[in-house]
């Protein structure tokens, strides 16, 4: 347990009280000899040596200590009272001992606690002369007027060094608290332009941050559209092919057909001829028909994914056919290079999902290994596997690009990082990517890396009840 804390005053009235007592002890045993005095009247003389003693030991263990020590007042005052008539009222000693009941009271409580003290005293006066009786003695011999004068002289010299040093404490206190003060305003006047300062600087952050955002969400809207826009081209680039040798092809037998008719109406008419003509008609019908359904396939391919990616529509896919549906609109990016997809997936999973959300998953994904992780590496190889957990899908990405070191995969999720900055690179493929799995679709994402040895992302997926509104943008 903490010690209780000792009041000051406790400390004060320590030496007075001790003084007091030892001088109050040899007045009235100077008194006393001269007389012969009951047991009843010494008793209370030598109690005088013991009080201030017991008085500091019952205020220094109590947690009320000033509370204590003003009744040990109260006991100093009865004392004072009792030994007033017990000494039959000379003049020196009842002016000794009220002058020293006068300035131990009002130092400490002023002239309430005075009053109290005064009656106390009274009391012990009538139990002084209850045991004396009323005597008067007013005058003194000269040991106890010596006793009484030096009792005075020490009693109010000590109080007057503690009043000293008092009031020393207090002006070093006060010139403390002004210098505190002083420190205190000019800490204030500083606080106040520091916070200028800062409401000054949050400002501009505010107003930069709202800058930024509105910077990061054109930029996501641009990779959206860019990458919406290298999915048109490089649909173009893919029906340009069949459509072109389907135009051949039907210019052509355009061309024999005619050719056939101004035969047919010269009378040029041979079985042969009639034989190679059909022939030739299916074989280029055949043609036709299988450039045309390779158009079919790659609108059918395009129209389903630029749509899903597009909007925002919440509805159940048939994941395999999805994904090859994707994977099939991403072979022009791979027309250049030897790269490989490779991609694994039971064909019965069919899995409640914003298709686009997925489309534009598995295209920045694609797309982050073919720019950043096949850099400088020829025969890239991409694997996908996907699989269902109860209700999560799990989507296992892999390839054997070059990879990362720690900051980068560290950093990779940050928006605008990337390691291709000055290659046209915005660094938002990835933020982009965490934004949809984690925000959009409420999925989880990790990803591993070694430099030299390829990434891996492993990605869960759950299915949900279907929403009442749109997911959050992927920003």
């Not at 320590?14 to 007091?20: A, C, D, K, M, S």
């Not at 100077?30 to 030598?46: E, N």
């Not at 201030?52 to 020590?69: D, I």
């Not at 609108?299 to 509805?315: H, I, M, P």
């Amino acid at each position: 347990m903490d010690e209780p804390k000792q009041h000051p005053i406790v400390r004060s009235n320590y030496i007075p009280r001790l003084v007091g007592g030892v001088f109050i002890f040899c007045i009235m045993a100077t008194i006393l000899s001269s007389r012969k005095a009951t047991a009843g009247i010494w008793l209370p003389v030598g109690f005088c040596l013991v009080w201030p003693h017991l008085a500091f030991w019952l205020s220094s263990k109590s947690r009320r200590s000033k509370t204590v020590e003003i009744r040990n007042m109260f006991v100093d005052a009865f004392f004072f009272g009792f030994f007033i008539p017990i000494a039959h009222f000379q003049f020196w000693v009842a002016f000794t001992f009220v002058n020293m009941l006068f300035s131990n009271t009002l130092r400490i409580g002023g002239i309430f606690l005075l009053t109290k003290a005064a009656m106390i005293s009274a009391i012990g006066g009538l139990i002084g002369i209850a045991m004396e009786g009323l005597r008067f003695d007013l005058a003194s011999e000269w040991t106890t007027m010596i006793l009484c004068a030096l009792l005075a002289s020490v009693y109010f010299s000590l109080f007057s060094h503690y009043s000293y040093t008092m009031t020393r404490k207090l002006v070093q206190s006060k010139k403390h608290l002004e210098k505190a003060m002083t420190a205190s305003e000019e800490a204030n006047r500083k606080t106040g332009e520091y916070l200028q300062q800062l409401q000054s600087a949050n400002q501009s952050l505010h107003v930069s941050l709202q800058t930024i955002e509105a910077t990061k969400g054109q930029l996501v809207q641009s990779e959206k559209m860019a990458a919406l826009g290298g999915l048109v081209a490089g649909v173009a680039h893919e029906i340009n092919t069949p459509l072109g040798i389907g135009i051949t092809a039907a210019s052509l037998l355009e061309y024999r057909v005619r050719e056939q008719v101004e035969r047919w109406k010269r009378g040029e008419k041979s079985s042969t001829d009639i034989e190679k003509f059909f022939a030739f008609t299916v074989e280029t019908a055949d043609i036709l028909t299988i450039n045309l359904q390779r158009v079919a396939d790659q609108v059918r391919s395009f129209k389903q994914v630029a749509v899903d990616q597009a909007s925002q529509e919440y509805r159940r896919v048939h994941v395999k056919t999805y994904i090859d549906d994707i994977l099939f609109s991403l072979r022009p990016q791979f027309k250049t290079s030897r790269h490989s997809v490779t991609f694994n997936c039971a064909d019965d999973i069919r899995f409640l999902t914003y298709p686009g959300i997925f489309s534009q998953l598995i295209t920045n994904l694609v797309m982050n290994s073919l720019i950043h992780g096949f850099d400088e590496i020829p025969d890239g190889r991409i694997t996908i596997d996907i699989w269902q957990e109860g209700r999560f899908l799990i989507l296992y990405y892999t390839d054997n690009g070059k990879g990362m070191d720690q900051e980068t995969l560290s950093r990779m999720f940050d928006p605008f990082f990337t390691t291709k900055r000055g290659s046209g690179g915005t660094g938002l493929g990835m933020h982009i990517l965490y934004n949809l799995v984690t925000q959009s679709l409420g999925g989880h994402l990790e990803c591993t890396s070694t430099p030299g040895e390829g990434v891996i992302f492993l990605i869960r997926i759950p299915e949900k009840d279907r929403p009442r509104k749109r997911p959050p943008e992927s920003s």
